[in-house]
């Protein structure tokens, strides 16, 4: 069994700045990756970042230069920065963990928390 817990969004002005956090628990040893993926309105499911158990992050080009995927004290915790905000920024973010080889591919979602970002 394993949770997946997300925190820490809201409303916020363009050019504003937001933190999100994420916890996992479970049976949890053997995860290989952590990540946040978000969804617009109306679009499909999107990566936002990733980082490798190992710390190699990844992240899409849309987001490069302004959000920043981190893994807290413990290694079950991921946080990710995201400054500079924009409209098109608005989504659902849903944190993710995953147990495979293959990278940015996550087998266990959070229930998603909202961001809106405001023009």
């Known amino acids: 069994q394993v949770q997946v817990v997300e925190s820490g969004g809201g409303l916020v002005p363009a050019g504003g700045s937001l933190r999100l956090s994420c916890v996992a628990s479970?049976?949890?040893?053997?995860?290989?990756?952590m990540g946040w993926y978000r969804q617009p309105p109306g679009k499909q499911r999107e990566l936002v970042a990733a980082?490798?158990?190992?710390?190699?992050?990844n992240y899409a080009d849309s987001v490069k230069g302004r959000f920043t995927i981190s893994r807290g004290t413990a290694k079950n915790t991921v946080s990710l920065q995201m400054n500079s905000l924009k409209p098109e920024d608005t989504a659902v973010y849903y944190c993710g963990i995953g147990f495979g080889v293959v990278e940015n591919v996550m087998d266990y979602w959070g229930e998603g928390t909202l961001v809106t970002v405001s023009s």
């Open positions: 980082i490798r158990r190992g710390g190699r992050t």
């Open positions: 479970g049976n949890i040893v053997s995860f290989t990756s």
